[in-house]
Each structure stands twice: as C-alpha cells, then as structure tokens.
C-alpha cells in the first residue's frame, strides 16, 4: 500500500523558513518523479514543485521560484520542501504527492498534508 | 501561469449526466495531452480520476470520462450519483515545463 506521511508544517513569522518532508513507503521511491502541491484554507489547489525520478528536474511555479527548493533523498524515500522568505499567502496545507511516472507527470497518489500558517 | 477556468460551479439530479468544462490557452490545454482531473472531498488529499485526457487509472468508475477539445477540456460524469457530490480541478501541463490548476467546480447532486 502507498503511503506518503508529511511533516513539518507548523507556525512560521513572515520571511521564516520551513522544511517539509514526506515519508514514502509501499513503492518503489527511486521510480516515480515527486511533488508538492499546497491548497490555502477554504481555496483552490496550487501546483508548487516537481522532482524527477533522479533529481536531474525539478520545476516550480512562479509563484515560489527563487524561494523554495526541492529535493529528494532516494535512500530515505523522502521528499523535502525547502521554504524560505515565506509570506502570507504561503499559508496552506501542503500535500506531498507521487506521480504516475519517473518524469514529471500527474500525480496518483497524494499524502493527507501538512499545515503551514505564516503570521507574526 | 494563470489559472485555469472552470465554472465555480454544477448540478445535477441523480442519474443524469453532467459536464465541467476546462478552458486555457494554446500553451497548456490547447498545446499538449496532459490533461488530468482530481476529485475533492472536504478535508481530504484529492484523487486522480482522469489522466492524459481520457484516461482513467486503475479502480475509477466509468463513469468519468475525459475529452479535449482546442484550449478546453471537459469532464463528464454520467449516472450522476450522491457519492459524486465533491469539488473538481482540471489540470494541465503548460509550455514552461510546469502544471496548472483549474480553479475548481463544486458538483452538487440534488
């Protein structure tokens, strides 16, 4: 069974940073291209980052590049979010997700997130 | 990357079928057949329902199907039932190499 277990989330002051993580297990993590979407309360979803299967691709949205970087640790099978100069409209719950493939492709299979609230 | 559009929202009567519509740009929907669909419960991690278009994996009904046509997508549920009622977002690859979100349909079944 895949199961994908996010932690991390949690309280952070304007321009802070947090590291999410995810803890996969149920498959095989060197195989499968990685991501993080968020979803601000009562919003849609946001598409933030993907990983490849090797870590040679990862993209971002606009809306975080420059600020948030994403990694992967194929020995752990965890996935990493790396956030700096968090703002406001950072707050969301960050879901971890597997795609369907070793490239970036859709995702099959999603983690139940992590909350990220940026306030002072 | 603007959103996608997709009606805020839909309904419909148990056993009809209904349509959500995902409308973007040459550089993602109208460019590529990378088009998915995730279903939405609240408080809960979406799922994946339709994949590369038309595509359902593995334990979805067939009662969700997916066609594209120029820049809009479009989902279709047929034998519209209770369990049904939930949000839905289109997804699409775009031309920068990344993903967008549609900004999602809230389904209700009278």
């Known amino acids: 069974e895949v199961r994908l277990l996010e932690s991390g989330g949690g309280l952070v002051q304007p321009g802070g940073s947090l590291r999410l993580s995810c803890a996969a297990s149920g498959f095989t993590f060197t195989n499968y291209a990685m991501g993080w979407v968020r979803q601000a309360p009562g919003k849609g979803l946001e598409w933030v980052s993907q990983?490849?299967?090797?870590?040679?691709?990862?993209d971002y949205a606009d809306s975080v590049k420059g600020r948030f970087t994403i990694s992967r640790d194929n020995s752990k099978n965890t996935l990493f979010l790396q956030m700096n100069s968090l703002r406001a409209e950072d707050a969301a719950t960050y879901y971890c997700?597997?795609?369907?493939?070793?490239?970036?492709?859709?995702?099959?299979?999603w983690g139940q997130g992590t909350l990220v609230t940026v306030s002072s | 990357q603007s959103a996608l559009t997709q009606p805020a929202s839909v309904s419909g009567s148990p056993g009809q079928s209904i349509t959500i519509s995902c409308t973007g740009s040459n550089s993602d929907v109208g460019g590529y057949n990378y088009v998915s669909w995730y279903q939405q419960y609240p408080g809960k991690a979406p799922k994946l329902i339709i994949y590369?278009?038309?595509n359902r994996p593995s334990g979805v009904s067939n009662r969700f199907s997916g066609s594209k046509s120029g820049n809009t997508a479009s989902l279709t549920i047929s034998g519209l039932q209770a369990e049904d009622e939930a949000d839905y977002y289109c997804n699409s690859y775009t031309s920068s190499n990344t993903r967008v979100f549609g900004g999602g349909t809230k389904l209700t079944v009278l």
């Open positions: 990983i490849s299967s090797s870590a040679g691709n990862t």
């Open positions: 590369d278009v038309s």
């Open positions: 997700a597997k795609s369907l493939s070793s490239d970036i492709s859709d995702f099959g299979y």
